[in-house]
């Protein structure tokens, strides 16, 4: 195989599961998992591809299906008790549930990791990303349900927690390394909670 066709292999390789992502995207947005709605995906993942030249999304190449499945588990649970815990202190006519804007410092130096932070902390009730530092790598989150800074810092540690979490399960060994070294990857992961 010649070089130029390893290095066509190697791009279309490193942007297979943007692809695939997309396609599931589109079946997803229709409600349908058919065989025409994977066609319709297909062509529209390679329109968008390559009409909107965006910059290829860099890869772990390391996936830990273990804790991809933890992942999966305690996300199931989080939206669980996320949504519980919401419904209570909404209805709950003897305390206002306390709000507060919290900075979380994530440890890990990747885009790609700091979105699927950002979203997952956003996808469980109660919580929702009001800004981004990508510089300084904190995320801002509004949360409800705190009255005290004990409560603030248990969010806090909580999104850490599900950053540690992304990390075990495709991040790379040097963020694997840098989760490690804040002493993140106990058992509890800092307490991730909700």
């Known amino acids: 195989m010649s070089p130029t066709m390893k290095a066509v292999a190697a791009s279309i390789w490193r942007q297979l599961p943007f692809f695939v992502w997309l396609i599931a995207l589109w079946m997803l947005l229709w409600g ?3 065989v025409l709605a994977a066609l319709t995906g297909f062509v529209v993942a390679v329109f968008v591809t390559r009409v909107f030249r ?4 860099e890869l772990s190449g390391r996936v830990n299906l273990w804790y991809g499945a933890v992942f999966v588990v305690m996300f199931c649970l989080a939206l669980v008790r996320g949504s519980l815990l919401v419904a209570w202190q909404t209805l709950n006519p ?4 306390g709000t507060a804007v919290i900075a979380v410092p994530l440890r890990t130096d990747d885009d790609l990791i700091m979105a699927h ?3 997952t902390a956003s996808l469980i009730p109660g919580s929702l990303i009001i800004d981004v530092d990508r510089d300084r790598r904190i995320l801002y989150l509004h949360v409800i349900g705190v009255s005290s800074e004990r409560d603030v810092d248990h969010q806090r540690r909580a999104v850490q927690g599900w950053e540690a979490r992304i990390v075990r399960a495709v991040g ?10 804040h002493g993140a990857l106990s058992p509890r992961e800092g307490g991730a909670g909700w």
């Open 117 to 119: 932070v950002g979203v």
């Open 172 to 181: 790379s060994r040097a963020q694997l390394e840098a989760i490690r070294a």
């Open 32 to 34: 349908q998992f058919t």
């Open 54 to 57: 965006l910059p290829p999304v």
């Open 94 to 97: 003897l305390r206002y549930p």
